[in-house]
């Protein structure tokens, strides 16, 4: 059984986060859910996982205000 590497989760969290508002324990993701999505990159699994299980994006639901340029 393969180790997820804990770089890549810790990274994979990040983008959850910022991509859903949630973490990998919060979607209940164990490891053989992890495991289907640790050859992509963190941003790419996140997004996958996202459509996969039909989440909602956390900028949908509260837009981020726009930075002055």
Do not use: N, Q
Not at 13 to 34: P, Q, S, V
Not at 37 to 59: H, I, K, T, V
């Amino acid at each position: 059984m393969t180790k997820i590497d804990p770089t890549w989760l810790e990274a994979f969290d990040k983008e959850l986060l910022h991509l859903f508002a949630i973490e990998h324990r919060d979607a209940g993701m164990d490891e053989y859910l992890l495991r289907c999505y640790a050859d992509l990159p963190p941003r790419d699994a996140a997004l996958a996982f996202g459509s996969d299980y039909d989440l909602e994006r956390d900028d949908a639901l509260w837009p981020r205000p726009r930075v002055p340029v």
